[in-house]
């Protein structure tokens, strides 16, 4: 059963507009959560993270949000660009526990597109 | 750049032949991964290490097999080749522990076919 879930495989936003990707997860251990970038033909890149302590993470255009309660995050990118047109992945881990429980698991994936 | 160097970036092999993918780091990171991605799944891990000579599994590990012998390098082995495991592999590396939070850093990937 997936423990991380992105729901939307694809999310189309115009250029200067927000970007809102979003991500579930079942698993109550999780305390810190992380936001990947990934570009055809190369590693996904870490792009944000939070941990579990807190609600926000703002790095520059992006910025994710933590709803505990819902078992739900979200990154939001303002102003999206074209460059940022990429698959993003969400991912948890249960850092806190170590050993097994601190890998990350992954969501499948939102491809974006921003269109100029 | 995080140093992460997979090789071969890209191989072909025929079913049931042995493969060996490579992974070496630069960066003294203690955790080491190996995942696949396939269209539909995201990222899923195979093996994991914690330390030189210490692995375990991950959620995909029927048909593979890990060794590290030394802190640098992690070898991920298909035993017999199937066309189930075609796929992109990607090495990732982490500095997290018990207790710590700490983002992996990923290779660049190698494309297996297995035909």
């Known amino acids: 059963d997936q423990q991380v879930k992105q729901n939307s495989p694809s999310l189309s936003v115009q250029e200067g507009r927000i970007s809102i990707l979003n991500c579930d997860y079942t698993?109550?251990?999780?305390?810190?959560f992380l936001w990947y970038k990934k570009y055809p033909a190369e590693g996904p890149t870490f792009l944000i993270s939070?941990?579990?302590?807190?609600d926000k993470n703002e790095d520059g255009r992006f910025t994710v949000f933590l709803n505990k309660s819902a078992k739900h995050l979200s990154l939001h990118i303002v102003p999206s660009q074209p460059g940022d047109s990429a698959v993003y992945f969400c991912?948890?881990?249960?850092?806190?526990?170590?050993?097994?429980?601190?890998?990350?698991?992954f969501g499948k994936g939102t491809k974006l597109s921003v269109k100029p | 750049d995080a140093g992460i160097t997979q090789s071969p970036r890209h191989k072909v092999t025929e079913t049931g032949t042995p493969v060996t993918l490579r992974c070496h780091q630069t960066e003294n990171h203690r955790y080491m991964y190996w995942y696949r991605q396939d269209p539909g799944h995201g990222l899923r891990l195979i093996h994991y290490s914690y330390g030189v000579k210490d692995t375990d599994k991950g959620e995909v590990s029927d048909g593979y097999s890990v060794s590290r012998s030394k802190t640098e390098d992690f070898l991920l082995t298909l035993e017999s080749a199937t066309s189930s495991q075609t796929s992109v592999y990607f090495c990732?590396?982490?500095?997290?522990?018990?207790?710590?939070?700490?983002?992996?850093?990923f290779g660049q990937g190698t494309r297996l076919t297995v035909v």
């Open positions: 698993n109550s251990m999780f305390d810190y």
């Open positions: 991912a948890a881990s249960a850092g806190n526990y170590g050993g097994s429980q601190g890998n990350l698991i």
């Open positions: 990732a590396i982490s500095e997290s522990g018990r207790g710590g939070y700490a983002e992996a850093f």
């Open positions: 939070i941990s579990s302590i807190k």
